[in-house]
């Protein structure tokens, strides 16, 4: 298939995801489930997914022991395979510690959900990660929609259960989060098969003492930086949580889905020069994410003026005014997300053409303090508004450390970042529509 064809298609299922879990996260669970059962979601969900996001980062060796270093596909899927088996097992004996103690304390009840659905998005995350290596894109594609529209079935199915049996009203949350979970074990599965079949390997564990060291060091490194990855973008809501309770989480997370849409943008125009950044000489290297930062740059801010237009009366409307108080706190998440969505060009650059591959780990580390920081000092005074203005300033300073540090790499003047070229220009005129004339109408 076409290099281009698959990368267009590759961005439209991405933003099929997006869409789907726009759907969900703004416009079903929000509409059936209170303001306060809402945030209570949202958390369980976010503590999931950053433990998982912790665990499955071990996936990421897949790609580095096959393509790069031509490790035996048997023996590194069974090591893969064992620590999955480890996850699985204790996950399995704190979900039934938390079912026990959650008669008396109901709030383990839901920790359960979330202890629960680790080893599914673990093994999800392990066999897409295998997939992705063995360059299955197409098959990648399909696999990483199921969760998200098997849920939004789920959801649907509960929004419309209830206008026919009132009875369900008290059990809305628990039948969402057992939604979640259902969605991640059909998703987990289905992975699973794929996997297998596309591998053509059994993906049981197995002990290869001679390949372990290295796939746990490798897998303790790309763990970490994923793990404060993910903290940075829900250690805002996490701490709103703590520190304002679950409705205020829930209001803040009404804010935080609908600024993300954003991001979706620049995470596909990350894509698309992916492997150009790594490819192209330092020079070319250099202009192409240069002249990448300038589109997306532009892009952002055009598509964040058209969503502050958009989504506020959206959001008003189709949620009958609950969660109006997410409004302004949408607004001012929108325009760190601009920020935060020209950072991963930068990140690429560093790690992928210039090899820095710590740099990215300590502006993270920088980010995620200034944005604890500023938590700490004004959720407790101004509410769920400090969230959103610390998780901003966090990503502008993220920004701020990537310009930096690429100016004293390349030695570029800063206005060489902002400045439209003639190459630009000659880009833009490629890439519009060309009037036909007359003579060309005719032939």
């Not at 998200?148 to 206008?163: D, E, P, Q, Y």
């Not at 989480?249 to 698309?272: D, K, N, P, R």
């Amino acid at each position: 298939m076409n290099a281009v064809a698959r990368t267009l298609r590759t961005i439209m299922y991405k933003f099929g995801v997006a869409g789907l879990a726009m759907v969900s996260g703004l416009f079903l669970v929000p509409r059936y489930l209170t303001v306060a059962d809402n945030g209570i979601y949202k958390l369980v969900l976010v503590y999931a997914q950053l433990c998982a996001t912790y665990l499955a980062g071990y996936g990421n060796f897949f790609n580095f022991g096959l393509n790069r270093q031509k490790l035996p596909r048997e023996a590194l899927v069974g090591i893969i395979m064992r620590l999955y088996a480890l996850v699985a097992i204790a996950a399995a004996v704190l979900t039934v510690v938390c079912l026990l103690l959650a008669p008396e304390r109901p709030v383990f009840g839901y920790v359960a959900f979330a202890v629960g659905t680790v080893p599914l998005a673990v093994l999800f995350g392990y066999t897409t990660k295998l997939v992705q290596a063995l360059n299955e894109i197409d098959w990648l594609n399909r696999l990483n929609t199921i969760q998200a529209l098997c849920f939004v079935v789920f959801a649907v199915t509960i929004m419309v259960s209830r206008h026919f049996d009132a009875a369900m009203a008290p059990y809305l949350l628990t039948l969402t989060l057992g939604g979640w979970f259902l969605s991640y074990l059909i998703a987990a599965i289905t992975a699973y098969v794929v996997a297998a079949r596309l591998s053509g390997v059994k993906l049981l564990p197995s002990k290869h003492p001679e390949l372990r060291r290295q796939v746990f060091a490798y897998g303790r490194k790309t763990s970490l930086q994923q793990l404060l990855t993910q903290f940075n973008l829900r250690g805002d809501l996490i701490l709103v949580g703590v520190l304002a309770g679950t409705t205020a989480a829930s209001l803040y997370g009404m804010a935080v889905t609908a600024s993300e849409v954003l991001w979706h943008i620049s995470s596909s125009i990350s894509l698309l020069i992916y492997a150009r950044v790594a490819a192209e000489e330092r020079g070319g290297s250099i202009a192409l994410i240069e002249r990448t930062f300038r589109f997306t740059l532009a892009l952002l801010v055009a598509a964040a003026a058209f969503m502050m237009l958009v989504f506020p009366p959206l959001i008003h409307f189709v949620l009958h005014s609950r969660y109006d108080r997410s409004i302004p706190v949408f607004e001012v998440l929108l325009l760190g997300t601009i920020a935060y969505g020209t950072t991963a060009l930068f990140s690429q650059f560093f790690t992928d053409q210039l090899g820095k591959v710590k740099f990215p780990l300590y502006m993270q580390a920088a980010s995620i303090a200034a944005n604890v920081l500023i938590c700490l000092l004004l959720i407790p005074r101004v509410g769920i508004m400090g969230g959103a203005l610390a998780s901003s300033s966090a990503y502008v300073v993220s920004l701020t450390l990537c310009i930096i540090y690429f100016k004293q790499q390349t030695k570029q003047p800063l206005s060489s970042l902002f400045k439209v070229t003639r190459a630009d220009r000659d880009l833009i005129r490629r890439l519009l529509p060309r009037p036909r004339s007359i003579h060309e109408g005719g032939k």
